[in-house]
Protein backbone atom coordinates (compact mmCIF):
# COMPACT_ATOMS: atom_id res chain seq x y z
CA UNK A 1 0.00 0.00 0.00
CA UNK A 2 2.96 2.34 1.00
CA UNK A 3 4.19 1.74 -2.47
CA UNK A 4 1.58 2.50 -3.95
CA UNK A 5 1.06 6.02 -2.67
CA UNK A 6 4.59 6.88 -3.11
CA UNK A 7 4.17 5.91 -6.94
CA UNK A 8 1.54 8.18 -7.20
CA UNK A 9 3.15 10.65 -5.57
CA UNK A 10 5.64 10.15 -7.89
CA UNK A 11 3.12 10.17 -11.37
CA UNK A 12 1.51 13.20 -9.54
CA UNK A 13 3.74 15.33 -7.32
CA UNK A 14 0.33 17.92 -6.31
CA UNK A 15 -0.92 15.40 -5.03
CA UNK A 16 1.80 15.57 -2.29
CA UNK A 17 0.01 18.41 -0.20
CA UNK A 18 -3.25 16.20 -0.27
CA UNK A 19 -1.38 12.97 1.28
CA UNK A 20 0.34 15.18 3.70
CA UNK A 21 -2.71 16.99 4.89
CA UNK A 22 -5.01 13.59 5.20
CA UNK A 23 -1.76 12.33 6.98
CA UNK A 24 -2.12 14.79 9.72
CA UNK A 25 -6.12 14.17 9.48
CA UNK A 26 -5.94 10.85 10.35
CA UNK A 27 -2.64 11.55 13.16
CA UNK A 28 -4.42 14.02 14.97
CA UNK A 29 -7.64 12.28 14.99
CA UNK A 30 -6.18 8.95 16.43
CA UNK A 31 -4.59 11.58 19.11
CA UNK A 32 -7.65 12.44 20.17
CA UNK A 33 -8.83 9.22 20.44
CA UNK A 34 -6.50 8.60 22.40
CA UNK A 35 -7.09 11.69 24.40
CA UNK A 36 -10.58 11.13 25.76
CA UNK A 37 -9.52 7.52 26.73
CA UNK A 38 -7.09 8.62 28.64
CA UNK A 39 -7.70 11.60 29.87
CA UNK A 40 -10.68 12.54 32.91
CA UNK A 41 -13.21 9.77 31.99
CA UNK A 42 -16.07 11.94 31.03
CA UNK A 43 -16.79 9.39 28.01
CA UNK A 44 -18.75 6.46 28.77
CA UNK A 45 -16.92 3.32 28.18
CA UNK A 46 -18.40 1.27 30.92
CA UNK A 47 -22.11 0.76 31.35
CA UNK A 48 -22.42 -1.79 33.60
CA UNK A 49 -20.31 -0.59 36.45
CA UNK A 50 -21.04 3.67 35.99
CA UNK A 51 -24.06 3.89 33.68
CA UNK A 52 -24.65 7.58 34.58
CA UNK A 53 -21.22 9.10 34.88
CA UNK A 54 -22.46 12.75 34.39
CA UNK A 55 -24.54 12.34 38.04
CA UNK A 56 -20.99 12.40 39.68
CA UNK A 57 -19.56 15.74 38.11
CA UNK A 58 -18.70 18.35 39.68
CA UNK A 59 -20.64 21.56 38.36
CA UNK A 60 -18.05 23.67 38.54
CA UNK A 61 -15.88 20.80 36.30
CA UNK A 62 -14.61 22.19 32.79
CA UNK A 63 -16.15 19.61 30.82
CA UNK A 64 -15.44 21.36 27.31
CA UNK A 65 -12.03 21.47 25.60
CA UNK A 66 -12.44 25.38 25.30
CA UNK A 67 -14.56 27.61 27.25
CA UNK A 68 -14.07 31.16 25.47
CA UNK A 69 -16.68 32.90 27.91
CA UNK A 70 -17.91 30.77 30.90
CA UNK A 71 -16.49 31.05 34.52
CA UNK A 72 -17.21 27.34 35.55
CA UNK A 73 -16.04 28.67 39.42
CA UNK A 74 -19.21 31.08 39.85
CA UNK A 75 -21.58 28.10 38.49
CA UNK A 76 -24.14 26.58 41.12
CA UNK A 77 -25.36 23.22 40.76
CA UNK A 78 -28.83 23.72 39.50
CA UNK A 79 -30.58 20.30 39.62
CA UNK A 80 -31.22 17.49 42.77
CA UNK A 81 -28.73 14.58 43.47
CA UNK A 82 -30.31 11.50 42.14
Not at 9 to 38: C, D, E, N, W
Request: aromatic fraction near 12%; glycine fraction near 6%; hydrophobic fraction near 35%.
Amino acid sequence: MIESVCKQMRKHPGLIPQFVFLSVGMTGALLYLVRLSRGPHVTLWDKKNNPEPWNKLDPTYQYKFVAVNTDYKSLKKQGPDF
